[in-house]
């Protein structure tokens, strides 16, 4: 495998190589990874992520999956680097951190067979897709500040060339505790397939990134905390946590909430002790109505 990562070099943006501990620029400067100022390792056009997509995480929501994934977009405006700040905007608390694999697009891509999506991959990165979910109630149908403002779409370090993603984990760490730990053969769409289904209508261009979703455990955090996301074979993708310089405007737009479906949302779904449906009940029916809906035809 191949891992390239960009970095700032005396002012200017250059595609390095990675040797060991130490990062190799084309005209020989190297730079020690611990000293180097990370970007984003590809410069993408449009950043689309898939709604849910491990097991776990739809157990987690007392759900069940549609019959073909579904995604939202998240501005590049969004766009963070490894050890980049990770900004929750001051009047906001809910703020959630969810480890993902990024594919990255590396030649222009349209109508493609899954089978063929890999020879249009140029590889992959570690992600992060945070969610403000303070503002659920009113973005639920786009995701577009809940997931899509500024500075909630850190990756990196590095984009790894031929890396196979059957059968690696992936964890995602607040302060060293463990939060998140699955596995990629747990996802329900793979990496080609979410590839072939998004260039079907949408011409993928190098560049291009598609968060290919988060396990179960997603949880709010707060101002301070350093969230690490960790890929077998990906490296491990590091943020910390700040307050924005300026509150949320209050003489336009909707206000951040804490309704019921914001909260169960951030906390991981506990709808059963809430009474609620999942969010987009439409895609995604309640398996906790059914077994309601069972219990009163007599099927239990």
């Not at 501005?75 to 990024?102: D, F, M």
Request: aromatic share 8%; hydrophobic share 35%.
């Amino acid at each position: 495998m191949i891992e390239t990562r960009r970095i700032l070099l005396d002012g200017f943006p250059v595609e390095v190589l990675r040797q060991g501990e130490q990062l190799i620029a084309p005209d020989g400067r190297s730079v020690a990874i611990e000293d180097a100022i990370h970007l984003p390792p590809a410069e993408p056009t449009k950043i689309i992520a898939v709604h849910l997509n491990y097991d776990s995480r739809t157990q987690e929501f007392l759900t069940k999956l549609p019959a073909a994934p579904t995604y939202f977009h998240k501005p590049i405006t969004a766009l963070n680097s490894h050890q980049g700040a990770v900004v929750r905007p001051e009047g906001c608390k809910w703020l959630n951190y969810e480890g993902e694999i990024v594919i990255v697009i590396g030649k222009t891509c349209r109508n493609i067979s899954p089978a063929e999506a890999g020879d249009y991959i140029a590889g992959y990165t570690v992600g992060n897709d945070y969610g403000l979910h303070d503002f659920r109630d009113t973005d639920a149908g786009s995701m577009l500040r809940v997931k899509g403002s500024d500075t909630l779409a850190p990756v990196g370090p590095g984009l790894v060339r031929d890396w196979d993603f059957r059968n690696k984990y992936i964890r995602t760490y607040v302060n060293g505790v463990l939060k998140q730990d699955d596995n990629t053969d747990n996802m329900e769409w793979d990496m080609h397939y979410l590839v072939a289904d998004i260039a079907r209508t949408i011409t993928l261009v190098p560049g291009d990134m598609l968060f290919s979703g988060t396990p179960a455990n997603s949880r709010p955090v707060q101002p301070g905390d350093v969230v690490e996301v960790e890929v077998e074979g990906l490296g491990r993708l590091t943020n910390h946590i700040v307050v924005g310089p300026t509150p949320i405007r209050t003489d336009v737009g909707a206000q951040p909430t804490e309704s019921e479906e914001v909260i169960s949302t951030a906390m991981g779904g506990d709808w059963e002790f809430r009474g609620i449906r999942t969010p987009s009940k439409d895609l995604y029916p309640s398996t906790i109505e059914e077994k309601n809906d069972q219990s009163k035809r007599g099927y239990e």
